[in-house]
């Protein structure tokens, strides 16, 4: 069996970033990622702050994709929007103001490819493949897609890229030369990792399960997302077998808990019901060193404790950084940088 030579690779990972103006960790990467929801509202206004955001950033490479939120980058559901909110009784927008704050179908867009040069790449949905600067490849799987909340068989009236329940749809994670992708950027999680929601409902998952399906078909190195806030974390899972176990994926059937790690949860931050005087002050300490680093980290090279094993462990980001209301000190989340091994180039 041949060995494959594999270059050390640094990423910052974000997502929900929602218009705000975030400070950006003071550090150098080889790729930055963003999962998505870009803007709050989707306007011109914000885009460009999100770029002025994304040049703040020390990487060569700055890889982007769409959220729901990010509604004027999706062509067909800004045309619709546009019209509905300019031609309706009550309510109507002008269309001079609709083109002021939103600009034309594509516009939005053209921001993106005018950052080119700010080593800045917007991503359709599919496959896309980098040589790094720093010697290794990289393919990655992008999609801005997510299912319509709380099992609405409509899709919500100011969203882009989402789709109805009923309707469903293909996540095509597979290569043309069947390689392996090396990560895979969504906005929303795939179901069971990552995607609790503080409904109610403590059971209650925000995840879609056609998602999950294609990443346990395909397990990637990395799959980062945001999209549900409250799901901020990384666990690094490790898969059941050498492939999945039935024809319909599930994170019950293929995923292997024990021997998993659940790297960070916003759990380890929160006041927890019976916790002792000793585990307050640690909890507070652990809160208060993240805040001042200004990031998470975690890494799975080679040398590390807990190296990854490409094809057997996907290591899982949800990099969401706007909170919930209910959280109680109302601080954002900080990004993750992320180390992992990746094909060297040949």
Wanted: glycine share 8%; aromatic share 8%.
């Amino acid at each position: 069996m041949g060995f494959t030579k594999t270059t050390k690779t640094s990423f910052l990972i974000l997502s929900d970033t929602h218009g705000k103006d975030h400070i950006m960790p003071k550090v150098s990467v080889d790729v930055a990622i963003h999962c998505g929801d870009l803007t709050d509202h989707s306007k011109l206004e914000e885009f460009r702050s999100f770029l002025e955001l994304l040049k703040s950033i020390d990487a060569p490479l700055k890889l982007v994709i769409a959220g729901n939120h990010d509604f004027s980058l999706d062509g067909t559901a800004f045309g619709k929007i546009t019209e509905e909110a300019t031609t309706r009784t009550e309510g109507k927008i002008e269309p001079e103001l609709m083109k002021k704050e939103f600009g034309d179908v594509g516009q939005a867009r053209q921001l993106f490819s005018d950052s080119e040069d700010e080593n800045i790449t917007f991503l359709d949905e599919g496959i896309h493949s980098f040589r790094l600067q720093n010697g290794a490849t990289l393919t990655v799987y992008a999609s801005p897609y997510t299912p319509s909340p709380n099992n609405f068989r409509e899709v919500p009236r100011l969203s882009g890229f989402q789709f109805k329940h009923d309707d469903g749809h293909n996540f095509s994670i597979s290569t043309p030369d069947n390689k392996r992708v090396d990560i895979a950027i969504t906005h929303g999680p795939p179901k069971g990792v990552l995607d609790r929601t503080c409904s109610n409902d403590r059971n209650k998952r925000g995840g879609c399960g056609q998602l999950f399906a294609a990443i346990a078909k395909a397990r990637p190195r990395l799959h980062c997302f945001g999209h549900i806030h409250e799901g901020w974390g990384a666990k690094l899972v490790t898969w059941r077998g050498k492939e999945p176990t039935t024809t319909t994926p599930s994170h019950f059937t293929e995923i292997d808990n024990s021997a998993s790690i659940l790297i960070d949860s916003l759990a380890n931050y929160k006041p927890r019901k019976f916790e002792s005087e000793q585990d307050a002050k640690d909890r507070k300490k652990r809160k208060e060193r993240l805040f001042r680093h200004g990031f998470r980290s975690t890494s799975h090279c080679k040398d590390d404790k807990h190296p990854l094993v490409a094809g057997q462990q996907t290591l899982f980001v949800n990099a969401a950084l706007e909170t919930i209301p209910e959280d109680e000190e109302g601080k954002e989340h900080v990004p993750w940088i992320v180390e992992l091994e990746l094909p060297s180039s040949e």
